[in-house]
């Protein structure tokens, strides 16, 4: 069965926003993120001109990909009614425990110390977010309190660790592999090998998409819409390959390229959409948060279901710490502070509903972007730190507002 716009839609008092809305089939709370991402970006352009510029557009795919990462699993937590406080001192920790691998442990300049500094500091994000899934899930404790004991604990761990001492510097292989320093392209060539597959692949899945939806008889958009969506992602996609090369290597004409930080993030937005909307495991996530007892009642094992959620968070924190001490070549006990709050404001802002049962990953990278940008814009025109955060803290707030009404409207 194929639904399309009713013949009448001409006659019917809808403004072209909505007509839009109904031919591209886009979610109109995705389209207000975009255009709150180009006003923000149009705004900081008109006060700082290098805010639009390739160098800075570099650094701030850098500079997103950490809260990005974590806000992939943070959707997931907050769609089954749950909150994670504690991913900035996870990440803290494992940013820690990296360093100390590298520089006291490990044998300075061995093979082998970069591949196993990453499985056990990828292990440790998994091992502690299980921890604090086993007290939310089978102790019964609300996970606020747990998660929030967490940032506590796990900040005061990696204090403990170093007395509170930076340890520095990483080996070069785990700066190359991870895409720390300036150097953190892959290249322009492979740049492009990489774009021309994203955009083969954007291609083969929206022809899977709409043959699936024809078959199964749900609604499909017209082909116009559905062929402007496709040149418009297309079009998206090769815009940001010629900007990541449009910024040199240092000393070089050559483009960096995609930033390595940037690279795990679309390899991690993949691997989460696939898993929250193709898997068993995704529509487990989905129906506990939007009716937990039917779940239950449906022989869903929530339990079991929150405990690999917040595996899943500590694993992805873990991920972004490792990025961040490549980064910083160094293990710094200052590493994610804060950093909850840019997460949970990240998949706010891209639509994830606090009350549950609702949330997009492509939604949480715009809200990560969002947030990325602020920061960066308000860094580039000097407005001290203090503004910074109470500026954040507003835009947190307004988000949650935002949510709030859109539920009462929805529920209207």
């Keep these: 069965m ?16 909505q007509r839009l809305t109904l031919a591209t089939g886009v979610d109109t709370r995705m389209m207000s993120m975009v255009a709150a991402l180009v006003l923000i970006w149009g705004c900081f352009w008109v006060i700082e001109p290098n805010f639009l510029t390739a160098r800075n557009f570099w650094n701030l795919a850098v500079q997103s990909s950490v809260v990005a990462i974590m806000a992939t699993g943070m959707v997931l937590v907050i769609v089954i009614r749950h909150i994670d406080l504690s991913v900035g001192s996870i990440l803290g920790l494992v940013s820690m425990m990296a360093a100390v691998l590298q520089v006291q442990i490990f044998t300075a300049g061995a093979a082998w110390s970069t591949p196993v500094t990453i499985i056990c500091c990828l292990f440790l994000g998994t091992l502690l977010g299980a921890w604090q899934g086993l007290w939310v899930a089978y102790l019964g404790v609300p996970s606020f309190v747990v998660t929030l004991g967490g940032l506590l604990v796990f900040r005061g761990l990696a204090w403990q660790a170093t007395k509170g001492q930076t340890i520095a510097p990483m080996e070069d292989s785990f700066q190359k592999l991870i895409g720390g320093g300036i150097d953190g392209g892959i290249g322009a060539g ?76 679309i390899t991690v937005v993949i691997i989460m959409e696939f898993i929250a909307r193709m898997t068993r495991f995704g529509r487990y996530v989905f129906a506990i948060g939007g009716n937990p007892e039917a779940a239950l009642l449906a022989g869903i094992n929530t339990r079991r279901v929150t405990v690999y959620v917040f595996s899943l968070m500590g694993f992805l924190a873990g991920l972004a710490g490792l990025i961040t001490t490549a980064r910083l070549n160094a293990g710094a006990n200052s590493a994610g502070e804060l950093a909850e709050l840019s997460v949970i404001a990240a998949a706010v802002i891209g639509g994830t509903s606090l009350a549950g049962g609702i949330g997009t990953i ?45 539920q009462r409207r929805r529920a209207a």
Excluded: C, H
């Design 2 to 17: 194929t639904v399309s716009i009713p013949e009448n839609i001409a006659s019917t008092p809808l403004s072209f926003f």
């Design 190 to 265: 492979p740049s492009w090998v990489v774009g021309v597959l994203a955009m083969v692949l954007v291609v083969v899945f929206t022809i899977i998409a709409r043959k699936r939806r024809r078959r199964f008889g749900f609604p499909i958009k017209p082909m116009a819409g559905e062929i402007f969506m496709l040149v418009l992602r297309l079009t998206m996609i090769a815009g940001f390959v010629y900007l990541m090369n449009s910024y040199p290597r240092p000393g070089s004409d050559v483009g960096q390229g995609i930033p390595k930080p940037a690279i795990i993030l």
């Design 362 to 406: 492509t939604g949480a990278i715009i809200g990560a972007i969002l947030m990325e940008s602020l920061r960066n814009g308000m860094l580039l025109i000097g407005l001290p730190s203090p503004l910074q955060n109470v500026i954040i803290g507003f835009v947190l707030m307004f988000a949650v507002w935002a949510d709030v009404v859109y």
